[in-house]
């Protein structure tokens, strides 16, 4: 069983910038692949990024070049930097944890990022 817990959501201005963090606890932080979720309202849940435990990387085109996913296996947490915030990126951030070889997978609570002025 994995426990995740996110932080660092908020309201920022557009061009702005927040950085997402999710701390793991109760298993093997490197045998999973750590990612990030977001869903807007009335929208699906989509990836916008993910690093696996050896550190290769995923972004979502429409965030490519703004948001920086890294993760510290030492302290068992995934980053989100976000740069250049657009109001198209409002949503409830999950940061969810994949097992690489089994099929465990769990989210977290979620955080919510508004970007208004």
């Known amino acids: 069983q994995v426990q995740l817990v996110e932080s660092g959501g908020g309201l920022v201005q557009p061009g702005g910038s927040l950085r997402l963090s999710c701390a793991a606890s109760?298993?093997?932080?490197?045998?999973?692949?750590m990612g990030w979720y977001r869903q807007a309202p009335g929208k699906q849940r989509e990836l916008v990024s993910s690093i696996t435990g050896g550190g290769t990387i995923n972004y979502a085109d429409s965030v490519k070049g703004r948001f920086t996913i890294s993760r510290d296996n030492a302290q068992s947490t995934v980053y989100l930097q976000m740069n250049s915030l657009k109001p198209e990126d409002t949503a409830v951030y999950y940061c969810n944890a994949q097992h690489t070889f089994f099929s465990s997978n769990y989210w977290g609570q979620g955080t919510q990022v508004t970007v208004s002025s």
């Open positions: 109760g298993s093997i932080f490197s045998n999973y692949i």
